[in-house]
C-alpha cells in the first residue's frame, strides 16, 4: 500500500524558515516524481513544487520560486521542501502527492494518484 | 500560466440528482486535466485522469468529458458519501500545474 506521511509544520514567524518532509513507502520511490500541494484556510488546492523521481527535473510556482527548495533522498524514500523567507501568505496545509502516468499512443498523462494527510504551516508573528 | 475556470463554484443537490461540473482552460491543454475530490480533514482523491479515464477503484457514477479548453465531470447519481469539493488540475508536462478554483457540492 501506497503511504506518504508529511511532517515539519509549526507555527514561524513572518520571514522564518522551516522544513517540511514527505516520507514514502509502498512503491519504488526513485522511478516517481513527487510533489507538493498546498490549501490555504478557507481556499482552494494550489501546487506549489515539484521534483522528478531523479531529482534532476524540479519545478516551482512562481508564488515561491527563489524561496522555496525542494530535494529528495532516494537512499531514505524522502521528499524535503525547504521554505525560506515565510509569508503570512505561505500559511497553509501543504501535502504531498504521488505523480502516476499514463502512456498512450504518442502521449503520456499525468497525475496524483496518491496524497499524504498534509502538515499544518502557520506563518505568524 | 494557465487559468482554470470552475463553475459552478458552489452547488447544492440531493441524493440521486445527476450533478456536472465544468472546467475551463485559458488555452488549449489537450487532454492533459484530471479530477480530484476532497473532503474536509483527508487527502484529495484522484477521480479521473487524461480528461475521461476513471481511476481504479473509483465508483463508475463519475466520468469525465472533453478536451482542449472545456471539460465536464459528471456524477450520474449523487450519493450521500460524494458531498466534497471537486478540482480540475492540468498537468500538461510543459507548463506549470495548476489547479481550478474549486466546486463545493452541498447537501440541498
Known amino acids: 500500500e501506497v503511504q506518504l506521511l508529511e511532517s515539519g509544520g509549526d507555527l514561524v514567524q513572518p520571514g522564518g524558515s522551516l522544513r517540511l518532509s514527505c516520507a514514502a513507502s509502498?512503491?519504488?520511490?526513485?522511478?516517481?516524481?513527487i510533489n507538493w500541494v498546498r490549501q490555504a484556510p478557507g481556499k482552494g488546492l494550489e501546487w506549489v513544487a515539484g521534483?522528478?523521481?531523479?531529482?534532476?527535473?524540479?519545478y516551482y510556482a512562481e508564488s515561491v520560486k527563489g524561496r522555496f527548495t525542494i530535494s529528495r533522498d532516494n537512499s531514505k524514500n524522502t521528499v524535503h521542501v525547504q521554505m525560506n523567507s515565510l509569508r503570512v501568505e505561505d500559511t497553509a496545509k501543504y501535502y504531498c502527492?504521488?505523480?502516476?502516468?499514463?502512456?498512450?499512443?504518442?502521449?503520456?498523462?499525468?497525475?496524483?494518484?496518491?496524497w499524504g494527510q498534509g502538515t499544518l504551516v502557520t506563518v505568524s508573528s | 500560466d494557465i487559468q482554470l475556470t470552475q463553475s459552478p463554484s458552489f452547488l447544492s443537490a440531493s441524493v440521486g440528482d445527476r450533478v456536472t461540473i465544468t472546467c475551463r482552460a485559458s488555452?488549449?491543454?489537450?487532454?492533459?486535466l484530471a479530477w480530484y475530490q476532497h473532503k474536509p480533514g483527508r487527502a484529495p482523491k484522484l477521480l479521473i485522469y487524461?480528461?475521461?479515464t476513471l481511476q481504479s477503484g473509483v465508483p463508475s457514477r463519475f466520468s469525465g468529458s472533453g478536451s482542449g479548453t472545456e471539460f465536464t465531470l459528471t456524477i450520474s447519481s449523487l450519493q450521500a458519501e460524494d458531498f466534497a469539493t471537486y478540482y480540475c488540475?492540468?498537468?500538461?508536462?510543459?507548463?506549470?500545474?495548476?489547479f481550478g478554483g474549486g466546486t463545493e457540492v452541498e447537501i440541498k
Open positions: 487524461a480528461a475521461s
Open positions: 502527492a504521488k505523480r502516476g502516468h499514463y502512456c498512450g499512443g504518442a502521449s503520456c498523462y499525468y497525475y496524483f494518484d496518491s
Open positions: 488555452q488549449d491543454i489537450s487532454f492533459y
Open positions: 488540475q492540468q498537468l500538461n508536462p510543459y507548463l506549470q500545474l495548476t
Open positions: 509502498g512503491f519504488t520511490f526513485s522511478t516517481y516524481a
Open positions: 521534483i522528478s523521481g531523479s531529482g534532476g527535473d524540479i
